[in-house]
């Protein structure tokens, strides 16, 4: 079974920055890709950005590409989402989800995605 852990999020104000993190633990995998996903009050969930464990490529949202950078740390398990220049439309519930069928390029559709955390808070103040 697979567990993945988020934590790092917390209540922050609008220019800001948080680093959320995810640590996987369980199943060993040969190839696959881990994301983030959030989902704000009242919206659908949706993607926010992906990355591949073998080959390292990325994938953001449009929403967030040049504030927010996605990294791993093969040796811990751990991928990590480092959230700078936060607007109050960033404030959701950040999901981390472990994608199994994705290998060299991540993928950004929910439906694909395996394995999901419990979810972690973030909200940035105006």
């Known amino acids: 079974q697979v567990q993945l852990v988020e934590s790092g999020g917390g209540l922050v104000q609008a220019g800001g920055s948080l680093r959320l993190s995810c640590a996987a633990s369980?199943?060993?995998?040969?190839?696959?890709?881990m994301g983030w996903f959030r989902q704000a009050p009242g919206k659908e969930r949706e993607f926010v950005a992906a990355?591949?464990?073998?080959?390292?490529?990325?994938y953001y949202a449009d929403s967030v590409k040049g504030r927010f950078t996605i990294s791993k740390d093969n040796a811990k398990n751990t991928v990590y989402l480092q959230m700078n220049s936060l607007k109050p439309e960033d404030t959701a519930i950040y999901y981390c989800?472990?994608?199994?069928?994705?290998?060299?390029?991540?993928?950004?559709?929910?439906?694909?995605?395996?394995?999901w955390g419990q979810g972690t808070q973030v909200t940035v103040s105006a």
């Open positions: 369980g199943r060993t995998f040969i190839s696959y890709a």
């Open positions: 990355i591949s464990w073998s080959s390292g490529n990325t």
């Open positions: 989800a472990l994608d199994m069928g994705s290998d060299y390029y991540p993928r950004e559709f929910e439906y694909l995605y395996d394995y």
